[in-house]
């Protein structure tokens, strides 16, 4: 166990809806990070918040947000959900920023119908 | 943009053999950390090892060592003894350049373990 929490484990939704993806760090871990696995692209970085605030953006689609509240958790936002957009989306958080090393959820596995 | 390559999307061994996983990656820093993770079917991502670029020994955890060569920035992962259990994607990542703090995956290589 990571100590990373992740909800919900699975979504099954329709195209155009929107979901929230919830995710609670591990205790003492300031930095949250979120990643989209799909099949052809791998691992993507979506985003990091460190404390509340952003920290990095990579290849996010703006109809994608996030944010992390005071007490650290974060949620991820899909709005206008596409077929493509049907992935493993993992949250992940650090103590130590320098050394990179992350700690993952078991992820939310989204299904766009 | 920074980037890290595995060559081997699949890769078998016997149990109790050993297999090694190659990575090589891109960066223009001078000190960073290299990382190896395992995603089981469970699907949850598990750190395997991870390697300093200033330290030139290299990491071992158990079972699991690692090759590196800083020069030619090859990052590979040797599986000594290998169990069922190995049998997972594997991962090597490097957090990318320019201060940013997030990880940059490879394509990842799924290891079969055959009994």
């Known amino acids: 166990d990571s100590g990373v929490t992740q909800t919900p484990k699975h979504l099954i939704t329709a195209t155009g809806q929107r979901v929230t993806l919830r995710c609670s760090p591990r205790s003492g871990d300031l930095s949250v990070y979120w990643y989209q696995q799909s099949l052809d692209q791998g691992l993507q970085f979506l985003i990091q918040y460190y404390n509340g605030e952003e920290r990095a953006k990579g290849n996010i689609l703006e109809r994608f947000s996030a944010q992390q509240f005071p007490d650290l958790h974060s949620e991820l936002n899909l709005s206008s959900l596409e077929l493509g957009d049907s992935a493993l989306y993992f949250c992940?958080?650090?103590?130590?920023?320098?050394?990179?090393?992350?700690?993952f959820g078991e992820g939310s596995r989204l299904t766009v119908l | 943009a920074q980037t890290v390559t595995q060559s081997q999307p699949e890769m078998s061994v016997q149990e109790a053999e050993t297999v090694t996983l190659s990575c090589t990656y891109d960066t223009s820093e001078s000190d960073y950390y290299l990382f190896w993770y395992k995603q089981p079917p469970s699907r949850q991502m598990i750190l395997v090892i991870r390697q300093e670029a200033y330290k030139q020994q290299n990491a071992t955890e158990n079972r699991f060592s690692v090759n590196f060569q800083k020069a030619a920035k090859s990052f590979s992962l040797k599986i000594s003894d290998s169990q069922l259990g190995d049998a997972a994607m594997y991962f090597c990542?490097?957090?990318?350049?320019?201060?940013?703090?997030?990880?940059?995956f490879g394509k990842g290589t799924k290891l079969t373990v055959n009994p």
């Open positions: 992940a958080s650090s103590l130590d920023p320098y050394t990179g090393e992350l700690f």
């Open positions: 990542a490097t957090p990318s350049q320019g201060g940013s703090e997030k990880l940059v």
